[in-house]
């Protein structure tokens, strides 16, 4: 199993750049690396995937070291309304099972004015 | 394009009982994936389906839970003679492809939240 490690918690302010890195030493070379954010009693939404290098989107960028061994959300000049937890999922269900698919305990990204 | 719709959104049943959850995925996605999530923790896999196939059901418990996504209608999630640790939210998700590759984000439901009594 492809296990993560994230932060449990971390704490910014309105304005400011966030960054959460995720850890995943046993990455398999055909496993992606996507992340969620998820608000209380919501399902998670889908932020961003990649496979390596930098990735950017409308909302993030994810950066991805050339060792694939973690990988870094970066989220541009938070607002309150990011405040959720964000979940970095690293698998392929094709190759790995459905079991790569399980997420961690994520990140509590609190935001403030 | 409606969302992944799941109902009911709350269900509550005592010991022994079943329950049924549902799963309506996007239009167009053949894919559904469930998962639960329990209090203060991440969503465990629990299986994974296409039409009228499970591919993966190796997160689901042996016993007494079972999951089908039948030719037509949603994809059902049932547990039987439920326990009070089966309390969690139990998300579905949906993808037009195999979930985990290039371009291939699963989309997901609002939950079913279930609580035995």
């Known amino acids: 199993l492809a296990k993560t490690t994230q932060p449990i918690s971390m704490d910014s302010y309105e304005g400011q750049e966030v960054n959460i890195t995720c850890s995943h030493n046993?990455?398999?070379?055909?496993?992606?690396i996507t992340w969620y954010q998820q608000f209380p009693s919501q399902g998670p939404r889908f932020i961003i995937q990649?496979?390596?290098t930098k990735v950017t989107n409308e909302v993030a960028s994810l950066f991805i070291p050339a060792d694939r061994k973690s990988s870094t959300l970066s989220l541009p000049r938070v607002s309150l309304s990011d405040t959720a937890v964000y979940y970095c999922?690293?698998?392929?269900?094709?190759?790995?099972?459905?079991?790569?698919?399980?997420f961690g305990t994520g990140t509590q990204l609190k935001v403030e004015l | 394009n409606a969302g992944v719709m799941q109902n009911p959104r709350h269900l509550v049943r005592r010991r022994g009982q079943e329950a049924r959850l549902r799963c309506s995925p996007m239009?167009?996605?053949?894919?559904v994936y469930w998962y639960r999530q329990l209090p203060e923790e991440g969503l465990k896999f629990m299986v994974y389906?296409?039409?009228?196939?499970?591919?993966?059901e190796s997160g689901m418990p042996k016993e007494r839970f079972s999951a089908e996504f039948p030719k037509e209608g949603p994809s059902i999630l049932r547990i039987q003679q439920v326990v009070r640790g089966d309390s969690a939210a139990y998300f579905c998700?949906?993808?037009?492809?195999?979930?985990?590759?290039?371009?291939?984000?699963?989309?997901f439901g609002p939950g079913t939240r279930l609580t035995v009594l």
């Open positions: 998700a949906s993808s037009p492809r195999l979930a985990g590759g290039a371009d291939n984000e699963q989309f």
């Open positions: 046993n990455i398999a070379t055909n496993d992606y």
């Open positions: 990649g496979y390596k």
């Open positions: 999922l690293v698998g392929d269900v094709f190759t790995g099972g459905g079991n790569k698919l399980t």
């Open positions: 239009k167009g996605h053949s894919h």
């Open positions: 389906l296409q039409k009228e196939n499970i591919i993966d």
